[in-house]
Each structure stands twice: as structure tokens, then as C-alpha cells.
């Protein structure tokens, strides 16, 4: 168990099996893991927030399961790879919390929170772009996109960044062989569902 | 010190894709207005392409299995080989996509599934040398000193070299991971007085998904990083990423509507600030689009004859 010093025991017994389901991580490592922390030093999110990656990691060698990925922690983790060249166990430690999320996601953990890249999945499938003209608009984003246009063709760019037909039907192809879109269909029934639960109140 | 065997890499000369990137496109085209006009003063030859999609942006990969990321960029790296194997990058973001899809890679399952998947469309994971627009300036510096007409007029400048830029190549990158300083000696050079400070590898405050689910913790990253760089008394500070630009100039300007900082940072793109001394017009580089007005930045450039007059 860890204290809320972040002081972790060892004299618990260690439970492999939800670590063997997060796949990627190596048991042999993990002692040397578990006594070492060199990735919670220059942290950003361990900086602002209760994250702590080693704590984190100590939670699924002892198999709690629940805890880990009911956790607002595993949600904190900037993904800034600070820590890859840091770990001397070559942990791949963001991989690593992409798994737990992954896998709290399967419990139904944490959707409200990737609620933001519904609208970057869809701009994905639908324009072959993650980033639309509307999406960081200071303005109506109607006028946004004249706006864009307009600097556009005075910089002597082309008016619109338009992907070409062909790349995005490859696109939709891929994506939907790796699982993306059926996610993606996923993630916006609950953000709806979320949405007219909250209209009912 | 620079890694001779990384800066070997970048070719002289020869053909190179210069990989668009959407929220340059679509937010800060001044960027690759920047970056095309750079390239074309330095007579580099380079290729675009309308195949060419997005670059498969990393924070997907917590939407689903890792195979989205590398079949992403498996399907780029595809369409970029059949012009060259030289990309140019001008955002962190594709910059670390290509990195990152190439270190899931070696898992052999999600090596075999993304072969699967690229299959279907008929086409293959290619080898590529992904090159950072930064990397590819510091290679080319002598030519832009000769094509430069501007000089930085010993204005002070601090760098933010960015998460997705700093460590995920890590000891293959050009530079120190700890402390990069290439982009200093590039400002020096240019005329301009580099200034260290304290915070300079923390994170703009971007943080992935953060800025839109967790602000408060963005936030504070930000100011932490601002509070740094004005401490060090930076006029400026010049990135190398669309997003850590938005970051650094979107917050900021919410920072200064509350008193929560004193004196506005300028926060320009290494392609825009060298688009300017090489004589592009201001009005092109999209700097309406910036929050932060860069107009003390253009008044403060010297023309390159009054300091051989001297």
C-alpha cells in the first residue's frame, strides 16, 4: 500500500495480474520502479495535482484494480514525455498511462473527460484534419473561417487547407480497421446521453 | 553541445516534403507563410502534398488502441516516400507523431496489426528522417546570415524549445535534453541578446488533454513558465510549435486582464522571426492572429548596414 507521503512499503505482497493486463510493462523492472521516482522530480503534472506515476505503478503491482482506474490521477498526466528520457527503466511511462486509460475507459471511467476530442476525432474522419477553422475561433466561427480565408489568400496560400478526397477515403478505411470511428460513434452517444441527463435535472 | 551525427543527417541539398500541418493551416498561417518564405530565400527545394493527411495527433492514442497513431503516420510515411524521405516539420505536435509512432513500432503486435491495417489500402509503414524546422535552420545558418537585412537590435530573447520537440527522441535529438541552447546561438548570431531563465524545460501548459479538462493545473504551468521568463526580463520568446505559441500567448493575455503579470512577453514562431529579418512583410506573417501584439518586435529591428556604418 502507499502512505499519502508517497512512501512506498514493500512489504505487501505483490498481485501480477491486473499488471499483466496493462500491457507493455516488464515485472523484472518493476522493483528497481518501485524505489526510484525519478520521473515525479521535474513532473509538471506531479507539480500541480495529486499525480504521481510511481504511486500509480506501485497500485497495479498490488492488483487494485478498481482504485487505479476509478482514479482522477491517472487522468493528470500532461503525455509531455519529460519523463522518457529521465526513466533509467525505460518504462515509457505516457504509454503506460494510455493503457490505464484505455482500460478505465472499458469500465467507464473517464469519458467526460476525452469529451473534447469527440470533436477532433470527427474533424479527423470527416476532413482528414484534426483542426478545423472553427475549433480555436476568437469570433463566430462562420466569420472565423471568412477571416481565415481572407489572410489566407493575402499570404498567397491557397484560400482553404483541404486534404484531397482520395487521402481522406483511405483515411475512413484505416480508421475504422483500427476501431477508431466505433469509439468515436461510442464517445459521442455518452457525451449526448450525458447531456440530455443533464437537461432532465 | 550539438550532435554532429543528428545535424550529419540533415542533407545539404536534395528534395523535401515539407509536411502541412492543421493547426498552422488553420489557426496561424502565418507560420507557413514563415516557413515557405524562409525555405525559398534559402533556395530549398520542396514538395507538399493534398495526400497527405493529419498527423495523427498523439492525444488519440487515449481514445483508442496505439494501431491509430501508427497507421496514421504509417499511411503519411507512404505518401512521403514516394517524393523523398526528407520531411520537414514546423509543429512539435507531427514532429512527435512520427517519433512516437516509430517507438510503438517496435512492439511486434502493434507493428503486425498496423502492417494489417495498411495493407487494406495498400501501402506500408515507410522509412523516413523526420527533420524539425528548427534543426533544418540551425544546419542552414550561414545562409541565413547572408540572407538575412535585418538584425535583432540586441533585443532579448528567451527560447521554449517544447515538450514534443525536447523529449521524444530523446538522446537522438540535436541538442541536450536538459539544456538546449542551438536556437540561443542561432539569436546570438542573428543580433539578438539570449536570455536563460530559470524555467525554461517546463511545459508551456498544453498538457495534452489539461487545458480543457483540468485548467486550473494548465493554468498554473503557464504562469509558472511566464513568471520564469519575465523574471529573466525576456521582450520575447520564440518558439518552435504552433500549440506552445496559442499557450504562452492565449493564457497570457488572460493573465494580464487580471494584473496577474506586469509586462506583456511577445511569443513569435523561430519561422516567423526569421521570415522577418530575411525581409518578409509583416502583414503576412498572420500576427492579427496573435494575442500578444508583435509590433515592439519589428520596431526594435536594426537594418544590417547601420551596424557596419558604425
Redo the contacts between chains.
Keep these: 500500500m502507499t502512505s499519502n507521503t508517497g512512501e512506498v512499503s514493500s512489504s505487501e505482497g505483490w498481485n501480477w495480474s491486473f499488471f499483466d493486463k496493462v500491457?507493455?510493462l516488464d515485472s523484472k523492472k518493476m522493483e528497481n520502479c518501485f524505489s526510484c521516482g525519478i520521473c515525479v522530480g521535474?513532473c509538471?503534472?506531479a507539480?500541480?495535482?495529486s499525480y504521481n506515476f510511481r504511486k500509480i505503478i506501485c497500485d497495479v503491482a498490488l492488483g487494485e484494480e478498481e482504485k487505479v482506474l476509478s482514479s482522477k490521477e491517472i487522468?493528470?498526466?500532461?503525455?509531455?514525455?519529460?519523463c522518457?528520457?529521465k526513466c533509467p527503466w525505460s518504462i515509457?511511462i505516457p504509454?503506460v498511462i494510455?493503457r490505464l486509460?484505455?482500460l478505465a475507459m472499458e469500465e467507464g471511467y473517464g469519458w467526460d473527460?476525452?469529451e473534447?476530442?469527440s470533436g477532433?476525432?470527427r474533424n479527423?474522419i470527416e476532413i482528414?484534419?484534426?483542426?478545423?477553422?472553427r475549433?480555436?475561433a476568437r469570433m463566430d466561427p462562420k466569420k472565423a473561417e471568412m477571416e481565415?480565408a481572407k489572410?489566407?489568400l493575402?499570404?498567397?496560400?491557397s484560400e482553404r487547407?483541404?486534404?484531397?478526397e482520395?487521402?481522406?477515403e483511405?483515411?475512413k478505411?484505416?480508421?475504422g480497421?483500427?476501431?477508431?470511428r466505433e469509439?468515436?460513434d461510442n464517445?459521442e452517444e455518452r457525451v449526448k446521453e450525458s447531456k440530455e441527463s443533464s437537461e432532465n435535472y | 553541445m550539438v550532435n554532429l551525427e543528428r545535424l550529419g543527417r540533415i542533407p545539404d541539398n536534395g528534395s523535401f516534403f515539407y509536411f502541412r500541418g492543421c493547426f498552422i493551416n488553420n489557426v496561424y498561417p502565418g507560420i507557413e507563410f514563415a516557413t515557405r518564405f524562409v525555405l525559398e530565400k534559402l533556395g530549398v527545394n520542396f514538395v507538399v502534398s493534398d495526400d497527405q493527411t493529419c498527423c495523427g495527433t498523439p492525444e488519440f492514442s487515449s481514445l483508442n488502441a496505439d494501431t491509430v497513431l501508427t497507421s496514421v503516420v504509417g499511411r503519411n510515411t507512404s505518401i512521403i516516400s514516394e517524393k523523398t524521405p526528407f520531411v520537414l516539420t514546423d509543429c512539435n505536435g507531427c514532429y512527435s507523431s512520427f517519433y512516437m509512432a516509430e517507438a510503438l513500432m517496435e512492439d511486434a503486435k502493434i507493428k503486425a496489426q498496423t502492417e494489417r491495417i495498411l495493407k487494406k489500402i495498400g501501402r506500408k509503414f515507410e522509412e523516413v528522417e523526420v527533420i524539425h524546422i528548427a534543426d533544418f535552420f540551425y544546419k542552414n545558418m550561414g545562409g541565413i546570415l547572408e540572407k538575412t537585412t535585418m538584425t535583432l537590435g540586441g533585443m532579448k530573447l528567451a527560447v521554449h524549445y517544447g515538450c514534443h520537440y525536447s523529449h521524444v527522441d530523446g538522446e537522438k535529438g540535436l541538442d541536450s535534453i536538459e539544456n538546449p541552447s542551438f536556437i540561443e546561438e542561432m539569436i546570438e548570431k542573428l543580433g539578438g541578446k539570449s536570455v536563460e531563465y530559470t524555467e525554461k524545460i517546463l511545459c508551456c501548459g498544453f498538457g495534452g488533454i489539461q487545458q480543457t479538462v483540468h485548467k486550473k493545473i494548465s493554468y498554473a504551468t503557464t504562469q509558472k513558465k511566464l513568471d520564469s521568463l519575465s523574471e529573466a526580463e525576456a521582450e520575447a520568446v520564440v518558439v518552435i510549435c504552433p500549440y506552445c505559441l496559442n499557450v504562452l500567448d492565449k493564457y497570457q493575455g488572460n493573465l494580464l486582464d487580471v494584473e496577474m503579470l506586469d509586462k506583456p512577453i511577445l511569443v513569435i514562431h523561430l519561422s516567423q522571426l526569421l521570415a522577418l529579418i530575411m525581409g518578409a512583410e509583416p502583414e503576412k506573417l498572420g500576427f492579427q492572429m496573435h494575442r500578444i501584439p508583435v509590433e515592439n518586435i519589428i520596431s526594435r529591428l536594426t537594418p544590417k548596414e547601420s551596424r557596419t556604418k558604425k
Design positions: 500491457e507493455g521535474d509538471p503534472a507539480k500541480n495535482s487522468w493528470y498526466c500532461y503525455t509531455c514525455f519529460q522518457i528520457p515509457g504509454y494510455y486509460r484505455k473527460l476525452i473534447i476530442l477532433v476525432g479527423l482528414g484534419l484534426s483542426i478545423s477553422p475549433d480555436y481565415l489572410s489566407r493575402e499570404m498567397g496560400l487547407y483541404e486534404v484531397s482520395k487521402a481522406i483511405e483515411l478505411i484505416i480508421l480497421e483500427t476501431g477508431f469509439m468515436l464517445l
